[in-house]
């Protein structure tokens, strides 16, 4: 030790200069090692996403689920990337995708533009419309459905988990579990609460909690009415509208770390347990599912 | 100056009386034209709305219009109260109605009370439905949710969010208010106000794509409708109603928007909004309705 000490005082410059060199280029490789563009692999649709962990389901997003589901039904290569890094997200929502070097931001233009790109997804899923006699009454039907769910439903399922307090401490606490450090975890709650919140409430436009179950109410017997006795909306095969609907009410139906009134409601409506279940297992092997319960 | 404070100083008595005298009538003057109570009649639905000059349709909102639609067409006897003082408004938004000593709050829970409140409404509203029609009750309702939670949004983007269309619309719903300065700073409260609802219904879409979205829905709604005459078949429904109010928001207002265009393009849903007027409202009561 004192030799080395010894050493040390009498090449002082030397061994300064030497540490220092190391310690900034080593630095410097650090960060350039975290900036290593990750390579994208072409042709395969990039869906982004909040990172997880030991989810109820895919994601605690219903329309970062939409997207998943039709891609997923539809066999197109995709992954999930929850590193934040998937790309430029100037409108700050999920999700959005990277497909090559094009980015499409917007659920609802997202499963357009999939449509234009792979053009066999309309046909897959047009099969079944028309089936009741009239072509254009039940694309109409698809049409105000999906906008009906994405606009109006969704909102509604939305007000439990992020308005109750009770309810956001348990779902939105589940949802960021992916974010290991407890303190971290915190700050994001509270920024997404103070985002969010005023947005939710004015969606529903200021209604109080009483005309929300009773809205919740009416839309579940309209869906439950809507489907009927039917495998899906409109027969045998999946449409856009089943894609909107099941992704809005596995929400509701996985999402069990909080018994909302709106989950007793929907396990009271045993066509649309059923069809949650029957969609689920129709889109998604049960390996499958799993793992995307893990991302 | 110190002359006068010399004989205030004089007169304390006297000044301070006046000073009390004047500060009571002023007093006097401001709740005694608040407490002017209009007298509201038993058994009247009072609509409260916005007051307008010279309007384009009976109200500029299509939330109003549903309401109003549905008390002329059910035959509830109703008034518009554009005072501003109909009652309390917690919620800050338009409609909300006062019936005897109610108040009921929100379109969609007004058209709820008044199919509970007036027992014949039900029936009317559901007479191409028909009891037993399990899936046209579901597409009644959810049609009813989409247009009024998505579409009636588009119909109004333009108006308020486009710097163009603003210009020319909005000052034709604040015809009503007399001063022109004040109607100035309504005009730039109101937009900053309807920009920050747009911007949180609509969410971050960029005008081509709320284009685009328009398009589509009315390719839809034009689909559903096919070459019936209302939604269901031959009577008016609640879908209808919803849909009625958001296409005349963009069809009577003589402005050419980009939803304007693409709904002139639609006869069949030109023919429907004319219809459903006529089946709805005389001409005259139309015409006093714009006043």
């Not at chain 1, 609907?245 to 045993?270: N, P």
């Amino acid at each position: 030790m004192k030799k080395l000490i010894e050493i040390v005082k009498r090449n002082k410059i030397i061994v300064f200069s030497t540490i220092s060199i190391f310690t900034i280029a080593g630095l410097i490789l650090k960060s350039i090692s975290t900036n290593i563009k990750k390579i994208y692999e072409k042709d395969v649709v990039y869906v982004a996403d909040f990172q997880g962990k030991n989810k109820e389901l895919p994601t605690y997003s219903p329309f970062v689920l939409k997207v998943i589901s039709i891609l997923e039904y539809c066999n197109i290569r995709y992954e999930i990337d929850t590193t934040g890094k998937l790309g430029p997200n100037p409108r700050g929502t999920f999700p959005f995708i990277r497909y090559n070097d094009e980015f499409v931001y917007d659920s609802y233009f997202i499963l357009e533009w999939i449509s234009k790109q792979f053009k066999y997804v309309n046909e897959i899923m047009h099969q079944s419309i028309g089936c009741g006699g009239n072509i254009e009454r039940d694309q109409a039907i698809d049409h105000i459905t999906k906008r009906f769910i994405d606009e109006g439903f969704q909102y509604i399922v939305a007000y439990y988990r992020w308005v109750i307090p009770e309810y956001n401490e348990k779902i939105i606490g589940k949802a960021l579990e992916g974010f290991e450090n407890p303190i971290y975890r915190s700050i994001v709650h509270f920024v997404m609460n103070f985002n969010l919140i005023k947005k939710y409430k004015s969606h529903t436009g200021n209604l109080n909690f009483e005309e929300v179950l009773s809205l919740t109410q009416s839309d579940l017997d309209s869906l439950s009415k809507l489907l009927g006795s039917k495998k899906f909306i409109f027969g045998d095969h999946l449409s856009m509208a089943d894609i909107s609907m099941f992704a809005c009410l596995a929400q509701i139906y996985y999402v069990e770390v909080a018994d909302t009134q709106a989950r007793s409601m929907l396990l009271k409506k045993q066509n649309l347990v059923e069809y949650v279940q029957n969609v689920k297992s129709t889109i998604f092997s049960d390996a499958r599912w799993e793992l995307l319960k893990q991302h | 100056m110190e002359k006068i404070i010399e004989s205030v100083k004089d007169n304390k008595l006297i000044v301070t009386g006046a000073t009390v005298a004047v500060t009571a009538g002023i007093l006097y003057k401001t709740f005694s034209s608040k407490n002017d109570k209009q007298i509201y009649e038993k058994d009247v639905v009072y609509v409260a709305d916005f007051q307008g000059k010279n309007k384009d349709l009976p109200s500029y909102s299509p939330f109003v219009l549903k309401v109003i639609s549905i008390l002329e067409y059910c035959n509830i006897r109703y008034e518009i109260d554009t005072t501003g003082k109909l009652g309390p408004n917690p919620r800050g938004t338009l409609p909300f109605i006062r019936y005897n000593d109610e108040f009921v709050y929100d379109s969609y829970f007004i058209l709820e009370w008044i199919s509970k409140q007036f027992k014949h409404v039900n029936e009317k509203m559901y007479q191409s439905i028909g009891s037993h029609n399990q899936r046209d009750q579901a597409i009644d309702h959810i049609t009813k949710r989409f247009i009024d939670e998505g579409f009636s949004y588009l119909g109004t983007y333009y108006r308020w969010v486009v710097p163009e269309y603003n210009e020319k619309i909005i000052p034709r719903l604040l015809a009503g208010i007399e001063n022109p300065i004040f109607r100035s700073f309504i005009h730039m409260v109101a937009n900053s106000n309807a920009i920050k609802k747009y911007k949180s219904h609509i969410g971050n879409l960029n005008i081509d794509e709320v284009n685009l979205v328009c398009q589509s829905d009315l390719d839809s709604l034009s689909k559903l409708l096919g070459s019936k005459k209302f939604i269901f078949g031959d009577h008016l429904s609640m879908a209808d109603i919803s849909l009625f109010s958001s296409l005349a928001q963009v069809y009577y207002v003589p402005v050419d928007t980009p939803i304007r265009l693409m709904l002139l393009e639609k006869q069949n849903l030109v023919n429907y909004v004319e219809n459903v007027k006529s089946t709805i409202f005389s001409d005259a009561r139309w015409e006093l309705l714009k006043q």
